[in-house]
């Protein structure tokens, strides 16, 4: 919610209203929240790889395990590697994956502290209710995006979100958790189509 109010904030100064929002992973539980927030601001809403519930979480790769938890996490996080950052994005990925640098030098941003935090708030979030009843709630379009092969959710949990209303799920067939990446003609042509067909009014950001 905190981080949606931020964004709430950019679309109000860009005086952008019914736009088509698009999130991934947990960037799926900002749009929800600003979707909840402000629902004059959203046209439509596509989650990709956003896990429904905290019991669909699945058993880390090792790495991410090394890396988000202590005693380990905290003496190696500031000693990163870009080596070691693109490693553990492509351990959440079934097909071979290439990183752009920005979002290498992003991830490198992120202290341990506020990765920690944002982990732990994500849970709260879709602890406190989950996504599948929060957009059944809304009542706008929804579309959701999930590996088949995701490591980091269970793939068949994205068909709870087959109690939103009229929502769209899509499971691609040897895809891990980085959709976009791994797969981006066939996710862009999903994000295109239903943004397409979605409200009149909506605009895409």
Known sequence: PAQASQVAALLDGLGLRHVA?????????????????????????SLISSGPSPDALLRQ????????APPL????????SDAMIRKGISATAVRPVDLPDDVVADVRGITYRVMRTVLRRNTAY???????ERLAALGIPVQVIFGAADPRWEPSSAHRYDAVPDARVELLPGVGHLPMLEAP??????????TATGPSTARNA
């Not at 790769?61 to 988000?68: G, N, Q, S, T």
């Not at 879709?126 to 599948?132: M, N």
């Not at 003609?185 to 239903?194: A, I, M, N, R, Y």
């Open 73 to 80: 996490g905290p003496l190696i996080w500031p000693r990163r």
């Open 61 to 68: 790769p090792f790495i991410l395990r090394v890396l988000l």
């Open 21 to 45: 929002v698009a999130g991934h992973s947990s960037g799926g539980y900002v749009a929800t929240a600003l979707a909840e927030q402000r629902p004059d601001l959203v046209g439509s809403l």
């Open 185 to 194: 003609e066939t996710v862009g042509e999903l994000l295109l189509s239903f």
């Open 126 to 132: 879709i602890a406190e209710r989950t996504v599948p």
